[in-house]
């Protein structure tokens, strides 16, 4: 997917929603007199400066869009909450570190210490033992965010939560779709200081071999542009079944972006035949589709091969001679047609 396309995604599908949500979404403002609170928010770039192991599979090629960490510390005069979200996939690494020092060294217990994914696929994965000095490096940045979030704290705010629906995800299969957006918006006075909102929705990436932050990033961007001075963070909501829906010219212009090298094959990871073929005649050449799908990520996107796995057998056995009959997923014992039904298939 294209830079063009993934920022359309992320007007199109999140941030619109979200700066238009009506006010009367959010629950009203308590009558009864609380303590005052006070929030702090702070944000930086955690991108890595060399090629890393991404959650996608691959080794990263430079960055397409720089990833970041994002803080809010809220403060009501006794304890602290804190959340930091993160344009990754997960933070292993950096979880048990994290925890511990914001319990030694800021005095706050780990149990109000909230940290939130994106999902982030173009991103370094954390259980790779090669990744695991950035993984360390993670927890001293995000700490360092954290003191930031402290020091810039304000007030008085108030918290308010609120939802919406965003009916522009399609799941895999017969599953039902779970469609909410929550919203907590912290305010001082009418000004927005942080947007913490999520969807249960897969990242739509700009690349596969670059770092990218997915459509959530550029939401988050579109977000921060509309609303001068407010801090916008995004959480993944357990979207491991759904994704966000296509532009109604996607495959056009999926087509049209790669027109030089092949028309696309994988539509959902937007894969081209010429691209295949390229994976086939590498020195160390897949032949199965498992191997396949680990060099070049297709099969991995949201069909799951439904729609894409009949034109790419044909395309590895016309450039192989390996015959359609013979074509396995993993390895004898795995053939994708039944005996007899090859000719059907092809």
Known sequence: MNRRIQRDFALTLMAALIVVLPRT??????QTTFAQMS???AKGVITNSEPRVMVNGRVSEGTAEDIYARALVLNDGTNR???VTYDLNCLDVAT???????????GIDPSRLILLATHNHNAPIQINPDNFDYGEWLAE??????????ANERGPVNVLFGGGHGYFITTRGDAPADYEIQLLKVMQGDQPVALLFNHGTHPAQASRSKIDAGHPGFAMDEIEAAIPGVQAMYADASGGNQYAVRPADYDQRATEARADHGCAVCFCEVISGGEIRDALD??????????LKRRTRVLSGRCQGFDCQVPLA??????TGIGIAQLTKNGPGSELVAPGQAEVTA
Not at 98 to 106: C, G, H, I, S
Not at 141 to 150: D, F, G, P, S, V
Not at 282 to 291: I, Q
Request: glycine share 4%.
């Open 141 to 150: 940045r995000m700490l360092e965010l954290i003191e930031e979030a402290i």
């Open 81 to 83: 909450l804190i959340i």
């Open 314 to 319: 044909e395309i590895v056995s016309g450039h």
């Open 39 to 41: 929030a702090g928010v």
């Open 25 to 30: 979404a959010f629950a009203q403002e308590p």
């Open 96 to 106: 048990p570190i994290l925890r511990q020092r914001v319990r030694d060294e800021l």
């Open 282 to 291: 590498s020195p160390l050449k897949p032949r199965t589709m498992d191997a």
